[in-house]
Nanobody
Framework: VQLVESGGGLVQPGGTLSLSCAAS????????MGWYRQAPGQQRELVAA???????TYAESVKGRFTISRDSAKNTVYLQMSSLEPEDTAVYHC?????????WGQGTHVTVSS
């Protein structure tokens, strides 16, 4: 399984950014897919996840600002981010869970700064 993230970059506070995670196989093969982030000197944390049934989960810090979605035709999961804050600066990683096996993408950098 390969996961390739894209869409990161530099954005001003209050701005929006959309991340994509393209999977090498049918995303409905996965029990769940999610976005994690890791800021410098901090542990990786869950940002948002979506399971095979479509149920979504969000970190409290991003609720109401971020939206996870998927397009099965493109085998892609998205993270739409709005009202971005400097605290959202991190490397964002996509992951996929099949039974007990986790797969990770290489990550994409998001920097929120004026």
């Amino acid at each position: 399984v390969q996961l390739v993230e894209s869409g990161g970059g530099l954005v001003q506070p209050g701005g929006t950014l959309s991340l994509s995670c393209a999977a090498s196989e049918n995303i409905f093969n996965f029990n769940a897919m999610g976005w994690y982030r890791q800021a410098p000197g901090q542990q990786r944390e869950l940002v948002a996840a979506i399971n095979v049934g479509g149920t979504t989960t969000y970190a409290e810090s991003v609720k109401g600002r971020f939206t996870i979605s998927r397009d099965s035709a493109k085998n892609t999961v998205y993270l739409q981010m709005s009202s971005l804050e400097p605290e959202d600066t991190a490397v964002y990683h996509c992951n996929a869970l099949i039974l007990s096996q986790l797969y990770w993408g290489q990550g994409t950098h998001v920097t929120v700064s004026s």
